[in-house]
């Protein structure tokens, strides 16, 4: 069992988890004509098990995701999930298409893509730039199916770092979620991090 | 790996069918594979080492370089998808270099190469996706034109329902016509042929309102929303009045029609009368259509019989062209017809049959046919009814002396003998082809208290019979009546010096073929009472009819009628004054609210009959306003029945909605009209 982070060190956390979100916001914003806003509400350190209950999707649920592995200083797989709806409504809103579509395209998945790539890159770069972490990732991949197909990596040991996005476009509100799922040991590296940051700050305000 | 050369791997990368960028980390081009040589134009040679932003003048600021920068810096990989990113890279088709209606749709990944060299290297890998691109655009095509194709179904769809509703509309009104119409021709001065017409003039365009009706309906029964009423009515009434508005254009081909019902021992039942009349009117107009001589015969007969139900067969067998045995069994399919050519010749939708299986099945029952080509049809129909609470009166008996039948039909003289024997009379049946001459002698001998003779037996006949009544007649003080069956429309019937000898006689009954049992019991008690001669009989209905409309003394009485169509307006106005109201006229919502407001301080009305459509101002708004609106305040309360020929559901509703507080579904029921005056003139 690992401890967790203060609360203190949790809100650091999401600050600067929203930083990097707020990049990817203006990528995106670049990309399509509509005004993207992307906020974190919260940021919690979980077990998978748990994790998994709280993305709320019914066993039999169709779920889009976006998915790409990292190595390095922690490794595991970084997963942007929507239910297959929300995944239509996203990228049918942000492509202009006026007609509801019932299943993703080729090139639409790729978009889906594209949107997860900017946005896990986001949260990359966050941990790479904040936390001074050296990892190395792969290309970003297309997953579709239900839940116990798509949250793979997990054993009952792993932990999450669950992070829930909102994205509120201005005719609609959707809601994904991200999960980065490391190992024990990898989660403990990535604690350590985050209470070197946090203290790096505190301590540099003191100073 | 050692054995792979840069020769080899130099090579290789050239003849990859992708695009391959490799860069540095100030982003100079350190190379690019044939693929992409070939799409862009340009020369590794010539290029290399240059800025990628000199080389490609739109990579400068785009998401790209952004990506690029991303992925040497952070090592973050990235996917540039063509949605977002059509063409960020100028390659154009091979032999289109520069034109760009010809750029290369694409796809790209951006990745730091992992190598141990000090400076970081990225590579951007190009995929063509122009062909898929074409592909979806031209799926996206068919699925949006499937939908515009489907959206026009739709409103296809809606718009037949709508003229569904529009039709209902607006053959209901004139038919409201001609049924009001006839309603007051009833009760003027009219001779009873005169009569007989108008009440099957009627009865004629009620069954043609029903016809409408339930053509309307075919749509629902498809969509199964048709609803079956379970109502107490008379069978064999029900039976009869069909048989008698349609027999008219069988006699006129000189078709006899026969309907027996001497075998419905319980004809009050419970359910749909006027399905159970579509059915038969259906079934006969088919068999008179198809029928050039001989007969048609309808004959019910109970098949079994609890204290509950009643279960009928009821079949209509004609001596007409006949159906090929194969084609029976298409027959109740929609649209379908034994050959063209039956169209051509005969009419029809071909609709008919497959409504009357569909109403069959519906009613828990089902039709069969059995034919042969050129030896007739018979449809029979079985259906399962609720006996009606109500006990049904049995006839009267008769104890008179025995009866002398003589017809020129079979089926007829069988079915006369069946019902009289049912009534405790001796009948001696003879047609035409009989020893009626041996008869002559027992007529006069007075043997028998009534003759029945068929106004079409031969003249010779009828002349020696005629004179053996006489001689009897002239020495009995009780007289031989004489009832002579006719056509319906006897004017057409060529009237043969007997027939005149006949007609001074006194003691002559006629009655109009098809016999219908209960007017034949209603002449012969007539006959045997001696009391009042009846020489015509007339639909017991509208007699009943006419009864019912007592003459109303309230003279005071104001009501309003707004109502756009000039002959509804007089049908109404007509009945109105049958009943003893006086009542002004509006022609639409403006006209009404004009009138209410000049008379609701002096003599304000007590009712308004309205319409619903009108043009200017229909009824709903003029209902609404006169709730509403302060200038009607003093005749806010007046009671408003409307008074529609939409007949579409929810037009009760849509009515009660608007503040009226009653409903009379067009053509006008003159007993309805009058129950539902008097109600909301109490109130």
Known sequence: MTENLTPLEVDALTEIFNIGIGRAANSLNQMVSQTVDLTIPKIEILPNIEAKQKLNFDSDMEISAVTQQFSGDFKGQALLMFSKENGLQLVSLLLGNKIPIEDLSELEQDSLVEIGNVILNACFGTVINFLQSSISIEMPEFVQGNINKIFTYSSEHDWSLYIKVKFSLPSENIAGHISFIMDITSLEIFQESVRKFVFGITSKSQG | ?683
């Not at chain 2, 020369?43 to 932003?53: A, F, I, K, P, S």
């Open chain 2, 1 to 683: 790996m050692t054995n792979l050369s840069n020769d080899i791997l130099y090579a290789t990368l050239n003849q990859l069918s992708v695009g391959i960028i490799i860069i540095d980390e100030q982003q100079r081009l350190v190379f690019f594979n044939q693929w992409l040589s070939d799409y862009s134009g340009m020369v590794l040679d010539e290029q290399e080492g240059n800025l990628l932003d000199d080389i490609f003048e739109q990579y400068q600021d785009s998401r790209l370089s952004g990506a690029c920068e991303s992925a040497l810096s952070l090592g973050l990989p990235a996917r540039l998808s063509h949605t977002f990113n059509p063409t960020p890279l100028p390659l154009y088709q091979k032999n289109f270099i520069g034109d760009k209606d010809h750029l290369i749709q694409q796809q790209i990944s951006v990745k730091r190469i992992a190598t141990n060299a000090s400076t970081p290297l990225c590579q951007i890998v190009i995929d063509n996706v122009t062909h898929m691109v074409k592909k979806e655009q031209t799926l996206q095509k068919l699925a949006d034109e499937n939908i515009v194709q489907r959206q026009k179904a739709e409103i296809a769809n809606q718009s037949k329902s709508q003229f569904l509703a529009n039709m209902s509309h607006e053959i209901r009104t004139p038919i409201n016509g001609v049924l009001g119409m006839l309603t007051l021709l009833a009760d003027t001065q009219l001779s009873k042929t005169q009569h007989h017409f108008s009440t099957l003039a009627k009865v004629s365009a009620e069954t043609l309102l029903n016809l409408i009706n339930d053509i309307l309906d075919f749509s629902k029964i498809e969509a199964g929303k048709l609803d079956i009423e379970k109502i107490a009515f008379n069978l064999t009434d029900s039976i009869a009045e069909t048989v008698q508005a349609m027999a008219i254009k069988a006699q006129q081909k000189g078709i006899e029609v026969v309907v027996d019902t001497t075998a419905l021992t319980q004809p009050l039942v419970v359910g749909d009368s006027s399905r159970i009349k579509q059915i038969i009117t259906n079934l006969l107009s088919n068999a008179i259509k198809f029928t050039e001589q001989g007969e048609i015969n309808i004959i019910v007969e109970t098949t079994e019989q609890t204290a509950e139900i009643v279960k009928l067969d009821i079949v209509v067998v004609d001596t007409g062209i006949g159906i090929p045995t194969k084609k029976c069994d298409e027959l109740f399919n929609a649209f379908t017809q034994v050959d063209a050519s039956t169209t051509r010749e005969y009419g029809g939708t071909g609709l008919g049959l497959t409504i009357v299986r569909q109403l069959c099945q519906l009613m828990g029952g089902d039709i069969a046919v059995k034919s042969e080509q050129g030896q007739g049809s018979q449809f029979s129909f079985y259906l399962t009814l609720e006996k009606s609470e109500k006990l049904n009166k049995p006839w009267q008996r008769f104890t008179e002396k025995p009866i002398l039948l003589i017809t020129t039909n079979q089926s007829n003289n069988k079915f006369l003998c069946k019902q009289l024997s049912l009534w405790g009379l001796d009948v001696v049946g003879e047609t035409a082809e009989g020893e009626v001459l041996a008869l002559c002698n027992k007529i006069a001998n007075n043997d028998f208290s009534v003759l029945v003779l068929d106004e079409s037996l031969d003249s010779s006949l009828l002349e020696a019979i005629s004179n053996a009544l006489f001689k009897n007649n002239s020495q009995h003080d009780k007289k031989v009546q004489l009832i002579l069956l006719t056509s319906i429309d006897d004017s057409q019937s060529s009237i043969s010096a007997s027939v005149d000898l006949l007609g001074k006689n006194e003691c002559l009954h006629k009655l109009p073929k098809p016999i219908i049992s209960a007017s034949l019991h209603q002449l012969l008690t007539s006959v045997f009472s001696s009391k009042s001669i009846v020489t015509d009989i007339v639909n017991p209905k509208s007699a009943k009819a006419s009864q019912a409309n007592q003459i109303n003394e309230s003279g005071e009485v104001r009501i309003l009628l707004v109502e756009d169509n000039r002959i509804n307006q007089e049908v109404a106005l007509g009945l109105l004054r049958k009943f003893g109201y006086q009542a002004d006229v509006a022609k639409n919502g403006i006209h009404a609210l004009e009138l209410l407001a000049q008379r609701q301080l002096s003599a304000p009305y007590k009712l308004i009959l309205m319409d619903c459509q009108m043009p200017e101002m229909d009824g709903y708004q003029a209902t609404i306003a006169i709730r509403t609106d302060n200038l009607y305040q003093a005749s806010s309360q007046v009671s408003i029945i409307a008074m529609t020929a939409n007949s579409m559901t929810g037009d009760q509703e849509k009515c009660l909605a608007a503040g009226m507080n009653d409903y009379l579904a067009k053509p006008i029921n003159p007993n309805l009209l009058a129950e539902k005056i008097a109600f909301w003139l109490d109130n």
